[in-house]
């Protein structure tokens, strides 16, 4: 089969788009925004509109084939082996494959968690910059977290090589979306809870150790971070491209609380002290010196890509969705 750069929709303009995973906290929203648009989207998942296992693909490849897709996103590629199990599986049969990889790859997550020698890295990080030259994303125990809360990454669990091998061939040809911390309803890491917990207790100070309060790193609200994938996967000049997604706001961690606050309407203080003087944060165990921030410059020169939601609305929305939750304070993270 020809290679295929542009997708060929079928008579009235839409397209058939399996998901992989996509019932998850980001790919329900994907798939969403897709049906609205008029495409017809199948998922496959456990739970999906084709049952079955992420990790055991090629078992499923019949049923995958019988769709017919004219494109697939895959949601959860945790490792270069699965890559390759699903470029075997489409392999002459789907000209395009989206992929979602994160920020992590940056040689500068190498350096933030101390697993990287040399010099800080510049910021903001653009798709251009170096990428970690060693194969461990995060330290043994993050990773183990991480998979009790994400049940489809593996003990192999690397964005680089899945990149690697996603815009290393041709049928199908792919793209790579870099995606932030993301947050919002839905989150299973609970990224506010903390935040709106202690605001909601009335708790007079907010105290951030000074390394911490300075850290910047990048955030998307999950329907934005939706709307960005479905946007890329839908337009032909996203082949064969990388492109960070997130907030054009790289906010410090002191800003972040201060801008939950004003949303949440909280009258107390966010107070920075020496690392030294504040409370025991886990955070302080990485090299906060090296920042996370990203540039998203790209994305919104070359798909016109615009947040759907704003930054205040994107936290009032997951503040709601957290009150709503188990009591907040009593909560554990899922």
């Avoid at 895959?74 to 490792?79: A, G, N």
């Avoid at 994303?137 to 993050?142: D, F, G, H, N, V």
Wanted: proline share 6%; with cysteine.
């Amino acid at each position: 089969m020809a290679r295929l750069t542009t997708l060929t929709p079928d008579k009235k303009g839409y397209l058939r788009i399996l998901v992989i995973g996509g019932t998850g906290f980001i790919g329900s929203g994907v798939v969403s925004e897709l049906r609205r648009a008029g495409h017809e989207v199948a998922t496959f998942a456990r739970h999906g509109d084709i049952a079955g296992d992420r990790r055991a693909l090629t078992a499923s490849a019949a049923q995958l084939h019988r769709f017919e897709p004219h494109l697939v996103i895959d949601m959860i590629l945790s490792s270069g082996r699965q890559a390759r199990e699903v470029i075997d599986t489409f392999h002459g049969r789907v000209p395009r494959l989206v992929a979602l990889s994160s920020c992590d790859v940056y040689r500068a997550c190498g350096v933030l968690h101390r697993l990287e020698d040399g010099p800080l890295e510049p910021v903001p990080l653009t798709e251009e910059s170096p990428i970690r030259t060693t194969r461990q994303t995060y330290p043994p125990a993050q990773i183990e977290m991480l998979k009790s809360v994400f049940g489809w990454l593996d003990d192999e669990y690397d964005k680089i090589p899945v990149e690697q091998v996603i815009l290393g061939t041709q049928d199908p040809v792919g793209t790579v979306l870099r995606l932030p911390m993301v947050y919002g309803p839905g989150d299973r890491l609970h990224r506010l809870r903390p935040l709106i917990a202690h605001m909601d207790a009335r708790e007079d100070d907010f105290v951030i150790p000074e390394s911490v309060a300075q850290w910047r790193g990048p955030r998307g609200f999950v329907k934005n971070v939706a709307h960005a994938v479905a946007l890329a996967a839908t337009h032909n000049v996203a082949v064969g491209r990388i492109y960070n997604v997130g907030e054009p706001q790289n906010f410090s961690e002191a800003e972040w609380a201060q801008r939950i606050a004003d949303v949440v309407g909280w009258r107390g203080r966010i107070t920075v002290k020496r690392d030294i003087d504040a409370p025991f944060d886990p955070r302080l165990a990485g090299n906060l010196q090296q920042h996370w921030s990203t540039d998203t410059g790209r994305i919104r020169r070359e798909l016109d890509y615009r947040e759907l939601v704003d930054v205040d609305d994107a936290i009032r929305q997951t503040v709601e969705w957290e009150r709503a939750m188990a009591p907040i304070n009593e909560a554990r993270q899922e």
